[in-house]
């Protein structure tokens, strides 16, 4: 469970589950992630192999980002972490809506 949970490795986990992406892309697919924190994010994930990356020899240089086999057998369980949050989202927004704040209990919401 420490390889794939924090507070970015899901979000880029679920990006990568969908295609392969450049750096960039990553950075402006997920709201709130600092160039730094994905740049070791990335790094963690590519060490416990669940992410691959490949470094093209051009100039400019080009780099992109895929799951690796063993990490694409995670699909079902974002699908379902996808469904889940789709059908408790509205309950999740009426709840919150009529009863005190809590932040704890701010609905899932993904792009």
């Known amino acids: ?3 794939i949970t924090g507070k970015w490795k ?6 990568l589950v969908q295609r392969k992406h450049r750096f960039g892309e990553l950075l402006r697919a997920i709201p709130g ?5 994905l740049t070791t994010q990335l790094r963690d994930l590519e060490a416990n192999g669940l992410v691959k990356r490949t470094a093209f020899a051009e100039i400019p240089p080009r780099v992109e980002y895929e799951i690796t086999e063993s990490a694409r057998a995670l699909r079902p369980v974002f699908d379902e972490l996808f469904r889940w949050s789709q059908a408790h989202f509205s309950a999740m927004q009426t709840q919150s809506a009529t009863s005190p704040s ?3 209990a701010a609905p899932l919401t993904h792009p």
């Open 10 to 15: 899901g979000e880029i986990l679920w990006q």
């Open 1 to 3: 469970m420490g390889m």
């Open 102 to 104: 809590d932040e704890s």
């Open 33 to 37: 992630v600092t160039q730094h924190m």
